[in-house]
């Protein structure tokens, strides 16, 4: 199955918003506890401008409908917020939960870091629980490394998780 993926519009913010609710429950890829509304959501939409912290939607390839269904999303953000900073950005990957395991991880690291130099991003990031084998497998396949390891720094539902930041020089 092939997939591609383009800049979303503010009418995919429900369904970007839907996507990243679903992995909650999980406890295994945000920190949020709660599901988020779209509303509280809007300005982080419009931080992520194209021509410097794109925000991506992922649709199959085949899908030649009026309306795509969205499997996933792809965002680049800021990493610590100075202009020193500007080089290095973090990659967010959520995908809709009956399409997990297909190949759409995969696609959407291979797209973000093709695309980084583009948007003068020479290093990636992910912020990735300890506790999440799949991302950290993934990530690590496409050759990012362990940068930093915060022992117990969340707290889910009374148990205290890692975070690992893995990274990877691009350009």
């Known amino acids: 199955m092939s997939f591609r993926h383009r800049i979303a519009t503010l009418d995919d913010l429900p369904t970007i918003v839907a996507i990243y609710n679903s992995t909650i429950a999980s406890r295994e890829v945000t920190a949020d ?3 988020v509304s779209v509303e509280s959501r809007l300005n982080w939409f419009h931080d992520h401008q ?42 967010s990957i959520y995908i809709h939960e009956a399409w997990r395991g297909k190949g759409i991880g995969r696609y959407a690291l291979t797209e973000a870091i093709a695309f980084a130099p583009q948007v003068n991003v020479h290093t990636v990031l992910g912020f990735i629980f300890g506790h999440n084998g799949a991302s950290l497998a993934l990530f690590r396949k496409f050759g990012f490394e362990e940068w930093a390891h915060f022992p117990r720094v969340a707290n889910l539902d009374g148990v205290e998780r890692d975070l690992i930041i893995l990274g990877k020089r691009v350009a």
């Open 50 to 91: 194209p021509e410097r912290r794109p925000l991506w939607v992922i649709e199959r390839a085949d899908d030649t409908s009026d309306q795509p269904e969205i499997l996933g999303w792809i965002s680049y953000s800021n990493f610590y917020g100075r202009p020193a900073y500007s080089g290095t950005a973090e990659v």
């Open 33 to 35: 506890t709660e599901p």
